[in-house]
């Protein structure tokens, strides 16, 4: 039922935009509506805001943004907690990853291939050039078919906010043309090359979804939907990697430790792991397996017993990773992570804070240690990291969360409110942040800066709610 309605406020939030019929699709109309569709997002599902993972996807996009070349938008990427195999390239260039599509790729080249083939729609303006030809689409629709794609499509709820408001098949009038997705496909395999990358990751991308599609026929997945043909598109991509007489890729076995890292922290996430213990449990018993891929679930393994809060089993699998990958650092955090859960204090702050002074620019183990100092009692301290993290990442919601609750503790008073409220608008709840908003604003003892700051989300909230 909460899903239900927050299909239809998503639906009035977008479609209150502009009722003109739309003819050329501008950057700026890109810009808002993207605006628009990421707050829908954000009130359906969770966004994971971990950052660690927000770390690892945003260097993964800015290394294809660097030979991509100069872009019209600044590109955002998100991690969606959803089992729905689906990933959204929304205008402006907001590009979403749903955690099931993730848990189906077994590299970091699978992931860099779908990450370029989104970019690679933007750039190239693909949904853009569908709504310019097609003059039946006007932005209220527009948007209501954007929230259904992007929210994935399929179900009730999805049926009732289109169900009225658009024509049969305008919908399907955004989906990705053949034409769309081999030039998407193209730039992508371009842009691997580039970066010194694999392309078989980007064929093998295609396999499982080739795979997919025949198993699931009558219930296929809403990003088969949107980016239609992977045979098609396979031979396509086939057919480029043998024109190559030689392709001399970099062989970095980092790549596959950061990925599987990646991978099996967003796996741990989900409510009922079983199948996941018993996934790795297989790559485990298999004789055959390569040793990074049976270190790496043994890390899956730590990941999971973490979450179900078994400390010292999820300490004992992460020290034998250690012990065979003793020169990755970022391990050393993950350790540090499972002892303050242990309440070793003071063993987790020796380790966060020697990270923190020779890598000062890791939010990962700066958002560790401010909790550490949070939890020890040293508010102060606490506090300046929550702040260089919030700087270095402005949409981490629990950050300004963090920050109001540590503020509040120091005894201030507005100001844990502002960022309250902050919280608020980055979780998409944005009556509750609006509200905050105005109450701060109207104090009689905020700052100057705090309440033009304020003032500020309150016009970017009502602009996102009446267009």
């Not at 996807?57 to 729905?84: C, M, T």
């Not at 599509?101 to 370029?116: C, F, P, R, T, Y």
């Not at 658009?166 to 034409?179: M, T």
């Not at 992460?318 to 499972?338: G, M, N, S, T």
Request: charged share 25%; net charge negative.
């Amino acid at each position: 039922m909460k899903r239900f309605f927050t299909y239809i406020l998503a639906a009035v939030l977008i479609v209150s935009w502009r009722p003109a019929t739309v003819q050329a699709f501008t950057v700026g109309e890109e810009k808002e509506i993207g605006e628009k569709l990421l707050y829908a997002v954000r009130s359906s599902f969770p966004v994971i805001d971990d950052p660690d993972l927000q770390q690892y996807i945003n260097e993964l996009g800015k290394e294809v943004l660097e030979v991509a070349g100069i872009q019209f938008f600044d590109y955002r990427f998100y991690i969606v907690e959803s089992n729905q195999f689906n990933a959204f390239a929304a205008p402006s260039g907001m590009i979403f990853f749903y955690t099931e599509l993730i848990k189906a790729m077994n590299s970091e080249d699978e992931l860099v291939s779908v990450l370029a083939h989104e970019i690679g729609h933007v750039v190239k303006r693909h949904l853009s050039s569908r709504v310019q030809k097609s003059a039946a689409i006007n932005i209220a629709s527009l948007g209501l078919a954007l929230a259904a794609l992007a929210l994935g499509g399929g179900g009730a709820a999805a049926q009732t906010v289109m169900t009225g408001s658009l024509a049969a098949g305008q919908s399907a009038q955004l989906h990705y043309s053949r034409q769309d997705e081999i030039e998407a496909d193209a730039l992508a395999y371009q842009w691997i090359r580039e970066l010194d990358r694999d392309p078989e990751g980007q064929r093998k991308m295609l396999q499982t979804m080739r795979r997919i599609t025949r198993y699931r026929m009558g219930q296929v997945p809403q990003y088969l939907l949107t980016h239609p043909d992977p045979e098609a598109r396979l031979d396509y991509v086939d057919s480029m990697i043998l024109a190559e007489k030689v392709i001399d890729v970099n062989d970095d076995a980092n790549k596959d430790f950061a990925f599987l890292r990646f991978k099996y922290r967003i796996m741990a996430m989900e409510k009922d792991n079983r199948a996941n213990r018993a996934y790795l449990a297989s790559i485990l018993g298999d004789a055959n397996a390569e040793q990074m891929a049976r270190v790496m679930a043994k890390y899956g393994l730590a990941q999971l017993n973490l979450a179900e809060n078994n400390l010292k089993q999820s300490l004992a699998f992460l020290d034998e990773v250690i012990a065979a990958l003793p020169h990755q650092q970022i391990l050393i955090i993950d350790r540090a992570v499972i002892l303050t859960q242990m309440g070793e204090f003071s063993q987790a702050l020796e380790i966060l804070e020697e990270h923190y002074r020779k890598n000062p620019y890791d939010m990962y183990g700066a958002y560790e240690l401010a909790q550490v100092y949070e939890r020890v009692g040293d508010k102060e301290k606490a506090e300046r990291l929550y702040r260089v993290v919030i700087a270095e990442m402005p949409e981490f919601s629990e950050g300004y969360f963090a920050l109001g609750r540590v503020l509040t503790d120091l005894g201030k008073e507005i100001e844990p409110r502002f960022y309250l409220a902050t919280y608020h608008l980055y979780e998409g709840k944005l009556k509750l942040a609006q509200s905050e908003f105005k109450r701060v604003a109207d104090h009689p003892g905020v700052s100057e800066e705090i309440r033009e700051e304020s003032l500020a989300r309150i016009e970017l909230i009502e602009r996102i709610q009446k267009g």
